[in-house]
């Protein structure tokens, strides 16, 4: 498995616990640049993770049946609204409690 592939493994198995993480990287700069950019947000080292207590809210379930009454009252297959709520980054614990 790549590393990659580990920290999606990672982050969903938190996310399904409902947290979420922030990743801490590190990078040398030169010790007289004085300025970041977004080039320097490459080739960076992680070192580890911060997580953070996100746990479904309690109308979430609501929600997200709102949302599929929505799609199918315009005509939306499930599916698309499915691909929405994935797309919207939802946590799949949401789309399990909806169902």
Partial sequence: MTATRQLVRLQGDHARQGFRLLGVAIRTMAPDQTNVTTEDEAVLTLV????????PKRDAADSVRELRHAASASR???EITLQWLRM???PSAYLRVAS
Avoid at 48 to 55: S, Y
């Fill in 88 to 90: 919207s980054r939802m």
């Fill in 76 to 78: 939306s297959s499930p």
């Fill in 48 to 55: 580890g993770f911060c997580a953070f207590a996100d746990p």
